[in-house]
């Protein structure tokens, strides 16, 4: 039986989602909760719809687990009970055929929180949201993006990993701003490694008047990382949303998804 988990969480003291030896991880903690509550020496696996890196947080992440004889309304409460305070179980129900947490996925969806007020953010969100000490053009900003919708190569914004393609469709790149504070909205089919925060460093690079929002384009065009093309700080960064299509469309989608990064 598959398992669909819808999740939240706080990634400050994490060193992301994905399982490492000996360090803190969101799936790590995951895991092990499921480990003890099934008595198992060898933790399921749980597959998430993006790996959010370290110090990245999530209100909208989604996993899937496949387990047998298993009640899911009790192992939801009892999954509750054990996961750290960082970590918050939303949901957890019995997926549709074809349900694939990373490949039936269509989109999703990002917003980085910057604040350009001298004084910084708010004390009680700075946890969440990145200061510049240089105040920003959100119109420059925009223009900025304008260079980069669509499908594109982003070896310019990713750190590559061997056999994975940078080939990606960003659907959304937009700020807004209210009061000091700019969010911007990233919406893409999926994403490379640090792909979110290098594109907002290039953006807060033209935002800060260092470049015209021309440059954007010829980074991406040059399909090489950019030096001057800083990665920004992870907590500004939060994982919302998760989009999929109507159940009939969940194999379908999946297929596709797999196919196109085999390419």
């Known amino acids: 039986m598959r398992l669909r988990l819808d999740l939240s969480y706080d990634g400050t003291s994490f060193r992301g989602w994905a399982t490492q030896p000996g360090l803190r991880t969101v799936q790590g903690e995951i895991e092990v909760a499921l480990a003890t509550i099934l008595r ?31 009640d899911p309304p009790a192992l939801e409460r009892r999954l509750r009970r054990l996961l750290p305070h960082d970590v918050q179980l939303r949901g957890l129900s019995v997926a549709p055929n074809g349900f694939d ?12 929180r910057l604040c350009d007020a001298p004084a910084g953010p708010d004390p009680l969100r700075r946890s969440m949201i990145v200061h510049v000490g240089r105040p920003l053009d959100v119109g420059a900003m925009n223009a900025a993006a304008d260079h980069l919708l669509g499908e594109h190569d982003f070896a310019a914004f990713c750190k590559r990993r061997e056999g994975a393609t940078t080939i990606r469709t960003l659907l959304e790149l937009r700020s807004v701003r209210t009061d000091d504070l700019v969010e911007t909205t990233v919406r893409a089919d999926a994403f490379c490694h640090s792909m979110v925060r290098a594109l907002m460093g290039a953006l807060v690079a033209v935002g800060e008047g260092k470049h015209d929002p021309a440059w954007s384009g010829e980074v991406l065009a040059a399909a090489t990382r950019n030096a001057r093309v800083t990665v920004m700080p992870p907590h500004g960064l939060v994982l919302e949303e998760v989009v999929y299509p109507d159940d009939a ?14 390419e």
């Not at 947490?101 to 980085?112: N, S």
């Open 40 to 70: 198992r020496d060898d933790p399921p696996r749980l597959t998430c719809a993006g790996r959010t890196d370290a110090g990245v947080h999530a209100r909208g992440q989604v996993a899937h687990v496949d387990l047998d004889d298993v």
């Open 101 to 112: 947490a990373r490949f039936a996925a269509l989109e999703r969806r990002y917003v980085y």
């Open 249 to 262: 469309g969940l194999a379908a989608r999946a297929a596709e998804s797999r196919r196109r990064r085999d």
